[in-house]
């Protein structure tokens, strides 16, 4: 089993930082391939806890290689910063690559999403603010700067001034913000080019022969399928594709190459900052279920919108990822209701509907159907198969996998790497 991709089958914060630790001990590489310190991925080892933003889960495992592949984008401030907060923790983190080709966040493509998202007021997107969309519009634009570019003083120099000679511009005229010196830009970014110089690597050559040797990588994906900028819901989304494709795209690595593909997906559904959310809850219920659920975002501390489990979402997720298995996270926090909402459908307009509809307008209109399934009471954190967990449990677990268009191969009951039931091996 030599690559697999994981990523969210909803928005985010599904409990990918868990899931691939948990494999981390198994794998020889663990890749991100997108986004960029907008995540936030926990992960519980032992009693110690840790909040990773930009560094692969797989740090986290001594056998591991970590590698953050060329479609990440990096703020390299942020990279000296994990680094330097896991060795002080006692990690090693010498064995980790980075893409030279990845791109880099600078504090200009900072400051451009924080005052675009003031300017869009109430229709803002509710982002990180950590720059991820205007250092990916710079990419696309052909006006970024790459990690490689750290080595070449000219080079970078020239790229930055045609950079800010357009931004400066917007900033100075539309934003009334002062304008940024290219000098100072430059010379902060050459500051962490020794640093950072240990690891830059050519990592797709690493990864394709690393595969081919039949080493396993697992590619983490971050943010989620609704969040892709391609098959999400735009524009409340990230700008980079966390969906299945991304993998390839964002480390260098042929869809050939690729044998599964496993979707975290929580028992319920949560979502942070703007946009559509059909089964969302106002009431009692989404307040409990952000308060056992510890629902509060990793990144900037913002609550996340809860609601109930949406099987359209997971549907479309099996669909546009082409997912070969299921991780079921937090299953553990729907203990003690007596019944649990599961949305199966949407009814748009009187009509109900079984898929996701593309139109935006639609989605917005889509009401919840929802079907109840029975709950229970028991404490399931310390089941260890299938068969520990209640007859409900196990109905609901069942019920969800037949909605979702993929077998449920492993389910969260707890935050710790410990609690976790593996129905069917993801490596064999
Ligand atoms: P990620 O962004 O997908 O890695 O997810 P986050 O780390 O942002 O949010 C998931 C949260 O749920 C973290 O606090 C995890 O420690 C926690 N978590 C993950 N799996 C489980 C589980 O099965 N049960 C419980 N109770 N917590 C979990
Ligand atoms: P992990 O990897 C949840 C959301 C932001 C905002 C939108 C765009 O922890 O699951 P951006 O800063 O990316 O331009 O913001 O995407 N968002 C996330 N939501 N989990 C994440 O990451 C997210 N990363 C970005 O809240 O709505
Ligand atoms: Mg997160």
Not at 202 to 217: P, R, Y
Not at 274 to 298: H, M, N, S
Not at 331 to 347: F, M, N, R
Request: proline residues 5%; charged residues 20%; hydrophobic residues 35%.
């Amino acid at each position: 089993m030599p690559a697999l991709v994981l990523l969210g089958a909803q928005w985010g914060d599904e409990g990918k930082g868990k899931a691939t630790d948990l494999l981390g001990g198994s794998v020889d590489y663990v890749v991100r391939y997108q986004g960029g310190n907008n995540a936030g991925h926990t992960v519980v080892v032992g009693d110690q806890k840790y909040a990773l933003h930009l560094l692969p889960s797989g740090i986290l495992s001594p056998g591991c290689t970590p590698v953050i592949g060329n479609g990440v984008v990096v703020d390299p401030a942020v990279l000296l910063s994990e680094l330097s907060g896991l060795n002080e923790r006692g990690v090693d983190t010498s064995k980790l690559l980075v893409s030279g080709n990845a791109h880099l966040i600078t504090p200009y493509h900072t400051t451009v999403d924080k005052v675009t998202e003031r300017f869009l007021g109430k229709r803002k997107i509710g982002t990180t603010g950590r720059g991820i969309g205007p250092t990916y519009a710079d990419k696309i634009n052909r006006v970024g700067i790459r990690v490689q570019d750290l080595y070449d003083e000219s080079i970078l120099t020239q790229k930055v001034e045609a950079a800010l000679d357009f931004k400066n511009q917007i900033l100075a005229k539309l934003y009334n913000r002062r304008a940024i010196d290219a000098n100072k830009i430059v010379e902060e970014l050459l500051g962490y080019a020794e640093q950072i110089k240990p690891f830059v690597a050519d990592t797709t050559l690493i990864l394709n022969n690393a595969i081919d040797e039949g080493k396993v990588v697992l590619f983490e994906g971050g943010q989620g399928t609704l969040l892709d900028v391609d098959h999400g819901t735009y524009p409340f989304v990230t700008s980079s594709n966390p969906t299945a494709g991304g993998a390839c795209t964002g480390a260098g690595v042929g869809p050939t190459k690729i044998n599964r593909v496993i979707g975290i997906l929580k028992a319920y559904t949560t979502r942070v900052g703007a946009g559509p959310f059909p089964t969302e809850l106002f009431d009692e219920d989404g307040e409990k279920l952000r308060t056992i659920g510890g629902e509060r975002g990793v990144t900037t501390g913002r609550d996340r919108r809860c609601g109930w489990f949406d099987a359209v979402i997971a549907r479309y997720a099996t669909r546009v990822n082409g997912l070969t298995d299921f991780f079921l996270t937090k299953l553990d926090v729907l203990t003690g209701w007596e019944q649990i909402p599961v949305c199966v459908a949407y009814e748009i307009d009187g009509k109900r509907v079984e898929e996701l509809p593309y139109s935006q307008t639609d989605f917005h209109h889509a009401k919840p159907v929802y079907e109840m399934l029975p709950g229970w009471s028991e404490d399931i954190s310390k089941a260890k198969t299938f068969s520990d967990l209640p007859k409900n449990a196990q109905a609901y677990v069942k019920a969800l996998e037949e909605m979702s268009g993929a077998p449920i191969s492993a389910i969260g009951v707890g935050p710790h790497r410990t609690e976790t039931i593996e129905i069917n091996s993801f490596l064999s």
